[in-house]
């Protein structure tokens, strides 16, 4: 797949085993991109000598990078690189999210890679601050990899917005399920689409007791049927292969997902910043809280990410 050349890998420094890294080589194997395996460390103590000088400090701060490169470099010396070359980039910040933007928005980087934490008592994904962050905020797909394999024959899941009137989600769906499509083939994996939609609202049956809630929603299924039908014939995908049901996005997503058995959703995030966001929410967070299998988060054509301030 041509346009994922360039792959910048999260690496965590809390951990050993670098999944972000290997689904990086992983791809890379398939489509010959070049990787850039990317740590930012800080030490808050670090900053409080001040009995040193600012030479001192500096010398310091760059011994612990040597001292991180040279652990980097001999961790990616241990991994099946098959002919494939990482360049490492060790850095010195507290804000990791935006770090990782601005070597997006400088080196024109096609993807974002980055490992999820596994909570071991809950069994569930915890993600920080910095997932959140570079979901918002990152310009470009950010792929974010749980530990679900990724199998030949696999199924890839593709979360559209189906009967929306708004062209902002129609051309986010074209984005999405084009995407899809040719990740299916780097993959050699199937593709299926899944769409949800509200249910007959409580308060208009209460209110109104003429109101059909049968007819209502059987009309309102029929509509996304034909416009789910529609999309899918426009990508060439198999009408067998859509999945639509009644419900909350969160709940209908990870139904088809865990009964797939899906080793990667993709999904549209219009990245939500602000007091809006702390309001509202994003249905596409609510998502990927929820799911066990990789996520690809992309945004919509023309998106300007809040940390491009040039």
Not at 251 to 270: R, Y
Request: glycine letters at 4%.
């Amino acid at each position: 797949m041509e346009k994922y050349q360039k792959i910048l890998a999260v690496v965590d420094p809390t951990t050993e085993d670098q999944k972000a890294l290997k689904r990086a080589i992983e791809l890379a194997q398939k489509t010959g991109a070049s990787i850039t395996a990317f740590l930012t460390i800080y030490d808050f103590s670090y900053e409080m000598t001040t009995m040193l000088s600012s030479d001192e400090r500096d010398a310091m701060r760059q011994s612990v990078i040597n001292d991180r490169k040279q652990w980097l470099n001999s961790l990616i010396a241990e991994l099946d690189l098959s002919g494939l070359s990482v360049d490492c980039q060790v850095v010195w910040h507290n804000r990791p999210f935006e770090q990782i933007i601005e070597q997006v928005l400088e080196n024109g980087y096609d993807i974002v890679i980055k490992g999820t934490h596994q909570h071991d008592k809950l069994k569930s994904v915890i993600f920080t601050p910095t997932d959140w962050h570079i979901l918002r905020k990152c310009p470009c797909p950010v792929l974010l990899v749980k530990e679900h394999l990724w199998p030949d024959n696999g199924n890839i899941l593709a979360a559209v917005n189906i009967g929306s009137e708004e062209d902002e989600h129609n051309s986010l769906n074209d984005k999405i399920t084009a995407e899809a499509k040719q990740l299916t083939k780097v993959m050699k994996a199937n593709l299926h689409l899944v769409n949800s939609f509200p249910g007959t609202p409580v308060n208009i049956a209460i209110e109104i007791p003429e109101f059909n809630a049968t007819d209502y929603n059987r009309a309102m299924l029929e509509h996304q049927q034909n416009a789910m039908l529609e999309h899918a014939k426009a990508f060439n995908i198999a009408p067998e292969n859509t999945h639509i049901k009644e419900g909350l996005p969160e709940d209908v997503i990870e139904s088809v997902a865990n009964a797939l058995d899906a080793e990667l959703v993709i999904l549209g995030t219009i990245g939500r910043t602000g007091l809006s966001a702390a309001l509202i929410g994003n249905t596409a967070e609510h998502v990927i809280d929820r799911l066990n299998c990789d996520v690809l988060a992309l945004k919509p054509d023309g998106y300007v990410s809040p940390l491009d301030v040039k």
